[in-house]
């Protein structure tokens, strides 16, 4: 027996929202919901919406919708948006100066241990 009622959102499409949300949440220190409203407004919104709506008949339909009325803007972020921001309670937002840090300390995590004793150069055979 199958699941029944709406089909489940995509991990991937789930992330990017959270991700972008608390991103402009953040950055421009908005309430979640007025970052939401941002982020309706930007370039590949219409990508991500049509790739929630791909198990629903007449996809154009709803897409245009969702970008076209603030009423269902505002109902989306209250049925959907609260909850996935809810399940990424730890999403980190590097700047890029946190992010070459974080990267600084991952490569000398690999100077560490028996990964350190290979020979990163390959010598060429003599015959």
Known sequence: MGN???????YFVKFIIA???IQ??????????AAWLLFTSQK??????????KNKDQI????????????????????????????????????PKEYKAYLVKIKANKTKGLGSLRNPFKRVRKA
């Open 44 to 53: 590949g919104f219409k990508d991500l919406m049509r790739e929630h709506y």
């Open 60 to 95: 154009d339909w709803w897409v245009e919708s969702i970008l076209k009325e603030e009423d269902v803007k505002i109902n989306f972020y209250k049925n959907h948006i609260r909850k996935i921001i809810a399940e990424f309670p730890k999403l980190k937002i590097y700047t």
């Open 24 to 33: 402009l949440k953040d950055r421009y220190n908005l309430t979640p919901r």
């Open 4 to 10: 029944r009622g709406q089909p489940k959102i995509d």
């Open 19 to 21: 991700y972008k949300v």
